[in-house]
């Protein structure tokens, strides 16, 4: 499955609506997560950005299955709004860490066999390197959680809180 079809088909689940998300109005931005503005993009409202997702050129084309995760200790951030942590994990992680975003989510959801285990924990799981903004919500990170057997997938708004359940998602360089 495409990433554009992936897109489309969690805008779906989301949303319960047929006409929530269709192809034509998803939009696809290939840009370094390091270069985002993520305080400016949590108070974002603009209704022309509905539908847009970010990838990260750098992860993209990476053997997923292979690398190594890191889930760094980012416990400090509880109750702080997630796009702090986002400024925090590219100040700190991006030259050392790949940053995995749609692309690792879109992997983790078709190879739940292949999944490391400890992602099956019930926690929260961002993968950082992507942002998307779903119809009628505002921009936000996608992460899952495994429940009952299977990985949910969601995103939470910049603008909301970090918690204890959180976790980010890198991959070691080789």
Request: with cysteine; hydrophobic share 35%.
């Amino acid at each position: 499955m495409s990433i554009e079809k992936f897109i489309e088909d969690v805008f779906k689940s989301w949303d319960q609506e047929p006409a929530a998300a269709k192809t034509e109005e998803l939009k696809a931005i290939v840009i370094s997560p390091k270069s985002q503005d993520y305080k400016a993009l949590s108070e974002s409202t603009k209704t022309s950005e509905f539908g847009e997702y970010t990838l990260n050129p750098k992860a993209l084309g990476l053997d997923l299955e292979s690398l190594q995760i890191f889930i760094p200790d980012l416990s400090q951030f509880n109750g702080k709004p997630l796009y702090e942590v986002m400024i925090y994990v590219m100040d700190i992680y991006s030259g050392k860490y790949h940053l995995p975003g749609i692309e690792y989510w879109k992997w983790l959801h078709e190879n739940p066999g292949k999944s490391p285990a400890h992602l099956k924990d019930g926690k929260s799981y961002f993968f950082p390197g992507s942002i998307l903004c779903r119809p009628k919500d505002r921009w936000g990170v996608p992460y899952s959680f495994w429940r009952i057997g299977r990985f949910v997938r969601i995103a939470r708004q910049l603008r909301l809180n970090w918690d204890q359940d959180c976790r980010v998602v890198l991959l070691e360089k080789l």
